[in-house]
């Protein structure tokens, strides 16, 4: 069987039915790949890219499709290879490697739909019987009331632990985030203490300080040593990205000054970038995502690299269901994944890609059983959720300014 055609679809389409979600944000945009063959069977991969600058994706992807025609998935880390160095002055590391990440990924879906087995099992197979899950709930809607009615509605869910992001955002008045070092760490603590209160002792808690993709600001760090401080006595799974990415050496230092586990990666590229953090052991908890680290098979290559360092990993996902699933393949892979992040109550380019393959009991998700990653892109998703040019999400500037 060898590969005839590789295509991008664009989409647009709610970005969540969360409730609490949409408050601050409303559409999501997605870049899904598909590898086709002569046997006829179509490989479906998905990049995060498409979520943030999804117009840049069709023309990479073209760049790298004459690599793949004619060829074979037998061996798939090496078409990676040949696509990596084609594009070795812009892609070691950044917007190539992710786009890249979409097409690998369609390989191994592919390979999995050829041999009958789940991706999961083509990467070493699946290291636990079930991995516990939290949803990631995004901002913390305030004021604390409405916060309690966001962390009720995961519950009901079935999920036993959620994520919010640092500061508050209010519906109709905006973010509110402190950067002073004691306003933030007591902000923080307050919120941390009212959330422990109402979730109770076994809930599993999370803090996202978003540092560097934040609306307002990022904080220094003075004031995120101040907070993971403040937050010790809290029980939290981990506090993430308390600190800009360009600033490896400052994670190591936050690390080293408080026992609140330090989680980051989500935003870094390739074995490469990772590589430098995991050398200055910048993460207790390190955020893979295999729809934009560079592919599933650098997802592996990046959970090694911190369980050598005797660190662990969780799962990043919030590109849409190829981008979950891919996720959840990767981290029941790897031997030293903590967590899995899922999208909780999410829409149709979740809903509808995943179509029910996605299965979590009493909060833990189950290894995924259906041949490849187990997702699907019919014609009827395409031609509900057509593509908006600009529905990316981006860091408002003077300039550019995000609407939605």
Not at 51 to 66: H, L, N, S
Not at 89 to 111: H, P, Q, S
């Amino acid at each position: 069987m060898k590969i005839t055609d590789v295509r991008t679809t664009l989409l647009t389409g709610p970005c969540t039915n969360d409730p609490f979600l949409r408050e601050a944000r409303k559409l999501r945009s997605a870049a899904f790949i598909e590898i086709l063959t002569d046997g006829g069977l179509i490989g479906l991969g998905e990049t995060y890219a498409g979520y943030f600058c999804p117009e840049t994706v069709p023309a990479i992807v073209d760049f790298f499709r004459p690599i793949l025609i004619g060829q074979t998935v037998d061996d798939i880390p090496e078409l990676w290879r040949r696509m990596y160095h084609c594009g070795n002055f812009w892609c070691r590391v950044g917007l190539g490697t992710i786009v890249l990440n979409g097409i690998e990924a369609a390989l191994w879906d592919l390979k999995g739909k050829q041999l009958g087995l789940p991706v999961h099992a083509l990467l070493g197979g699946a290291q636990f019987a079930k991995l516990p899950a939290y949803a990631t709930g995004g901002p913390s809607n305030y004021p604390k009331e409405r916060l309690a009615q966001k962390m009720d509605h995961y519950f009901s869910l079935g999920f036993r632990g959620l994520k919010v992001g640092a500061g508050s955002f209010t519906a109709g008045q905006g973010w509110y985030m402190p950067m002073e070092p004691k306003e933030a760490a007591d902000f923080e603590a307050d919120k941390v203490a009212f959330m422990r209160r109402h979730a109770g002792a076994e809930a599993w808690l999370m803090m996202d300080a978003h540092m560097g993709n934040n609306p307002v600001a990022t904080w220094t760090l003075e004031t995120a040593t101040a907070v993971a401080k403040a937050l010790e006595p809290f029980n939290l799974v981990f506090l993430e990205e308390p600190l800009h990415y360009t600033d490896p050496w400052g994670y190591a230092e936050l690390c080293r000054a408080t026992t609140t586990p330090i989680a980051g990666g989500e935003c870094l590229t390739a074995a490469y970038e990772w590589r430098v953090f995991a050398q200055q052991d910048s993460f207790d908890i390190g955020q893979p995502d295999a729809s934009f680290t560079g592919g599933l098979h650098e997802f592996m290559v990046v959970a090694k690299m911190m369980a050598d360092r005797g660190r662990q990993v969780a799962t990043h996902a919030w590109g849409a269901g190829g981008s979950l699933m891919q996720n959840v393949h990767a981290g029941f892979a790897a031997g030293n994944t903590r967590i899995l992040e899922i999208a909780p109550d999410y829409a149709g380019l979740h809903s509808e890609v995943i179509d029910g393959g996605l299965v979590i009991k009493d909060g833990y998700v189950l290894p995924p059983d259906r041949p490849g990653l187990g997702i699907v892109l019919t014609e009827d998703t395409r031609r509900r959720y057509p593509f908006k040019p600009g529905s990316g999400e981006f860091n408002s500037v003077p300039g550019k300014i995000l609407t939605d």
